[in-house]
């Protein structure tokens, strides 16, 4: 979990350099395309082709919509926001599932974790402070994202019963490459030679990543490799202060606390509830 959350934040980090340069549509079909080279890796090691086989059509291209509006709306954050703060507003992904769980799965929520999620909601408001400030109201496209990411978890939690993983991931991937394909008509830039590499590097970052993930919760129970994924706003504080110099505020490093410590006691309260 922590090397995968490490090359997340390291394509998040390739990402926003490239997002002051490129279209958004055309950052996800250049990075998706060097993506299949570790899903070919995963399919490989998978058993073949035969683990691409979809069994519910109609919710892969779910999926897809959801993560083609996540990816669309969380590079455009990158574009305005330092790469701490738009990763630490993402943070509220299992606070949105929280909420999602209990009104699509039937999940019963009780009063405890009803109480974090508003708590973890008071620290995404201490990060974004709403201000009239363009660079603060840019936090709704991480925020936004993150909702859309807990919409995808849900239903990949519906899914990974008689889904393969890999399926998932390429057909996701697949659709991803298609709506950014879809954007060349709308001005896509002359890509500069030198950051052909850039895209290859992020492409193969984000798959490597998501092979990491598919290991970490194929050895382990969720419960005990979920808290280290907050691992990944050390690697953003880290990266964002040595590439663009951003350190962040205090209210900042307050926020990210205060969500941090909300999804962490939801998962406490998950983890007691599912052990009786």
Same mark, same amino acid.
């Given at each position: 979990?922590?090397?995968?959350?490490?090359?997340?934040?390291?394509?998040?980090?390739?990402?926003?350099?490239?997002?002051?340069?490129?279209?958004?549509?055309?950052?996800?079909?250049?990075?998706?395309?060097?993506?299949?080279?570790?899903?070919?890796?995963?399919?490989?090691?998978?058993?073949?082709?035969?683990?691409?086989?979809?069994?519910?059509?109609?919710?892969?291209? !779910?999926? &897809? =919509?959801? $993560?083609?509006?996540?990816?669309? +709306? %969380? @590079? /455009?954050? #990158?574009?305005? *926001?330092?790469? !701490?703060? &738009? =990763?630490? $507003?993402?943070?509220?992904?299992? +606070? %949105? @599932? /929280?909420? #999602?769980?209990? *009104?699509?799965?039937?999940?019963?929520?009780?009063?405890?974790?009803?109480?974090?999620?508003?708590?973890?909601?008071?620290?995404? *408001?201490?990060?974004?402070?709403?201000?009239?400030?363009?660079?603060?109201?840019?936090?709704?496209?991480?925020?936004?994202?993150?909702?859309?990411?807990?919409?995808?978890?849900?239903?990949?939690?519906?899914?990974?019963?008689?889904?393969?993983?890999?399926?998932?991931?390429?057909?996701?991937?697949?659709?991803?490459?298609?709506?950014?394909?879809?954007?060349?008509?709308?001005?896509?830039?002359?890509?500069?030679?030198?950051?052909?590499?850039?895209?290859?590097?992020?492409?193969?970052?984000?798959?490597?990543?998501?092979?990491?993930?598919?290991?970490?919760?194929?050895?382990?129970?969720?419960?005990?490799?979920?808290?280290?994924?907050?691992?990944?706003?050390?690697?953003?504080?880290?990266?964002?202060?040595?590439?663009?110099?951003?350190?962040?505020?205090?209210?900042?490093?307050?926020?990210?606390?205060?969500?941090?410590?909300?999804?962490?006691?939801?998962?406490?309260?998950?983890?007691?509830?599912?052990?009786?």
């Amino acid at each position: 979990m922590v090397i995968g959350g490490a090359l997340l934040t390291s394509n998040d980090a390739v990402l926003k350099w490239l997002a002051g340069d490129y279209p958004v549509g055309q950052i996800m079909f250049l990075r998706g395309i060097f993506m299949f080279m570790p899903i070919a890796f995963l399919v490989w090691r998978a058993g073949g082709l035969a683990a691409l086989r979809p069994v519910n059509r109609k919710a892969h291209v !779910a999926r &897809a =919509i959801l $993560v083609i509006t996540g990816s669309f +709306l %969380f @590079i /455009t954050g #990158l574009r305005y *926001l330092p790469l !701490a703060e &738009a =990763i630490s $507003v993402a943070f509220a992904g299992p +606070l %949105f @599932i /929280t909420v #999602l769980a209990s *009104l699509m799965l039937g999940e019963t929520v009780g009063w405890r974790r009803w109480s974090a999620v508003l708590v973890g909601f008071v620290g995404v *408001l201490v990060i974004v402070r709403p201000t009239g400030e363009a660079a603060q109201w840019a936090a709704i496209f991480p925020l936004a994202a993150s909702f859309t990411g807990a919409f995808r978890d849900i239903l990949t939690r519906l899914l990974s019963a008689r889904e393969t993983s890999v399926a998932l991931l390429f057909y996701t991937s697949t659709g991803v490459v298609l709506a950014g394909l879809s954007s060349a008509p709308f001005g896509w830039q002359p890509v500069a030679v030198a950051d052909i590499w850039l895209f290859a590097l992020g492409g193969t970052l984000i798959g490597g990543a998501h092979f990491f993930l598919i290991e970490c919760y194929r050895l382990a129970e969720a419960a005990l490799v979920a808290p280290f994924k907050y691992s990944t706003v050390i690697w953003a504080a880290l990266l964002g202060y040595l590439i663009w110099g951003d350190v962040p505020d205090a209210g900042t490093i307050t926020g990210v606390t205060i969500v941090v410590a909300s999804g962490l006691y939801i998962l406490r309260r998950e983890t007691r509830r599912s052990g009786g």
